[in-house]
Structure formats: C-alpha cells, structure tokens
C-alpha cells in the first residue's frame, strides 16, 4: 500500500494523460465489440465536442492544481480533518479517502448541481448528449469543472487527505466515470452484481433517462452505496431509456459546441416527470 500512495504521490503528468487517454481508447474499442445500443451516429463526429470539454477540464485542473496541493500539504502538516483524528493503518486510511472523496466530491457535488438552478444549467451540458458513450464522462462545461474542483478541494480539507489518496482517487474517478457512461453491454446478473458495490454502466445510464425522476437519482461516480443509502437509487430497464434531456430536445443544437457553450445562459425551464 504505501508503495501505491508513493507513485500516486509523484505520478507523472505523462502518467495521468495515460490513464485519461487509455481508458478511452479501451472503452471506445470495447463499445464496438459489445455495444449496448447500435446508434445511428457518426461515432467521432460525435465525439468532438465532448472532447473539447474533456480538454478544457484538463487544463483548469491542471491551472487550479496548487489550491488542491496548497490544501494537501496544509492538512498533512498540520494534521486536519476527520482521518486525521484517529489512529489508523495506512490501508484504512487510505480506503477511507478515496470511499469518501468520492462522497463528497462526486455525489454531494453531482446531488447539488441537480437542486440549485443556476448550477443545474451548467450540468445540462452533460444531459443534453443524445447518445451516450465513454467520450460523455468529461462532457462538462468549463464553469462545472470549477465546481467540481472545488467540492473536491471541500473534500480535502473537511477529510485531511494527502496529495497521494487524492491522486489515486482521481484517476479511479477518471476510469469509472468512463466505464459507467460507455455504451457497452453487460449481462443483467452481472451488472447488477456489480451496481451493488460500483456504479455500473446500466445504473449510470438511468441517470441519464431524459425525464424525472430518473434524471434525479443515481448520482454517485465510484461505489453505488451512496444513492442506496440516501434512498436516490433508482432501477430502469435499458430497454426503456431515452437519453437526453425533455426541456432541451434539440439533438442538432446539442451536438453543436457553440450551441453547449451557451445553454447554461438560457432561459429555465421546468422538466416534467415521467411518473
């Protein structure tokens, strides 16, 4: 374990791209070998708003990277937060890091953004996909990758964690959240095996469903016990899910990055529920 924390803690910018770009690259194959719907798309015309987004959230974590170092070190010198009020090995601590970072910086963060309006537009950016796959994961306006950033950075403080656990934490959040928005088809008994520790792909994609109140639940990135345990999850056969989102039905306009890049701007508007 500590030799993991001692890579994590010095892992190269080469080694992060590797992970971004490999996890792609892997689910991108996968998805056309076991796709779980056949889409009528031009698959990387498809792709290339979203990975414009994944590019601008690389470079503002990258630029905002010294608060979440600056945080880091301040903790672990002065010894703050909640894990560092006890006596732990280092095992547990770090499992404890990453089980609630991904609390508090991916559920807390992903329930917030869906009950504050102004917050809630700058996510639709990621709703409004019409055909969901891996390059979906990092579909986020630039203004929700700061407020990803900063409940992450929350995070880091309220729990104390070191530059190591985070870093493990975020390339373990980078690979799900592709894993769980690809396109690929798993077995019913597997997927549901796995949705009872994991987010799995199936669970996500109801998520996803274009109308609530499916569209509210089933919020976590990494481990599924989050929306278990604070009753916001929720089942749907895939068979049943209709991507996007009902306020915002323009596929055309929500395949166009300068269309994206202007819809949080626009005017709210109430979403209906399909219960």
Same mark, same amino acid.
């Given at each position: 374990m500590e030799w993991m924390i001692n890579y994590f803690e010095n892992i190269p910018s080469t080694h992060r791209s590797i992970?971004? @770009? *490999?996890?792609?690259?892997?689910?991108?194959?996968?998805?056309?070998?076991?796709?779980?719907?056949h889409f009528r798309y031009i698959k990387w015309k498809h792709a290339l708003p979203n990975f414009f987004f994944t590019f601008t959230t690389v470079i503002i974590n990258f630029s905002l990277a010294f608060f979440l170092l600056f945080t880091a070190d301040w903790v672990s010198t002065h010894q703050f937060g909640l894990l560092n009020m006890i006596e732990i090995p280092l095992w547990l601590h770090v499992i404890f890091g990453v089980f609630?970072?991904?609390? @508090? *910086?991916a559920y807390i963060a992903h329930w917030t953004e869906h009950k504050i309006k102004p917050l809630w537009m700058v996510h639709l950016v990621h709703h409004s996909d019409h055909h969901v796959d891996t390059t979906t994961a990092n579909r986020h306006h630039p203004f929700e990758s700061v407020v990803r950033f900063a409940f992450t950075l929350l995070g880091v403080f309220i729990l104390g964690t070191?530059?190591?656990?985070?870093?493990?934490y975020?390339?373990?959040?980078v690979l799900?959240?592709?894993?769980?928005?690809?396109?690929?088809?798993?077995?019913?008994?597997?997927?549901?095996?796995?949705s009872y520790f994991i987010v799995s792909p199936n669970m996500h994609k109801v998520h996803h469903h274009y109308m609530l109140p499916y569209t509210d639940s089933n919020y976590g990135n990494i481990f599924s016990i989050w929306d278990r345990l604070l009753g916001t999850y929720m089942y749907l056969t895939p068979e049943k899910i209709i991507y996007g989102v009902d306020v915002f039905p323009n596929e055309k306009e929500n395949g166009s990055l300068k269309a994206l890049l202007k819809q949080p701007f626009q005017p709210y508007q109430k979403p209906t529920t399909g219960i």
């Open positions: 992970i971004l @770009i *490999g996890g792609i690259t892997f689910f991108w194959m996968l998805e056309g070998i076991l796709p779980l719907y609630f970072l991904d609390f @508090i *910086g070191p530059i190591g656990v985070i870093m493990l975020q390339s373990l959040s799900m959240s592709q894993l769980n928005h690809a396109n690929i088809r798993l077995s019913e008994m597997t997927d549901r095996y796995l």
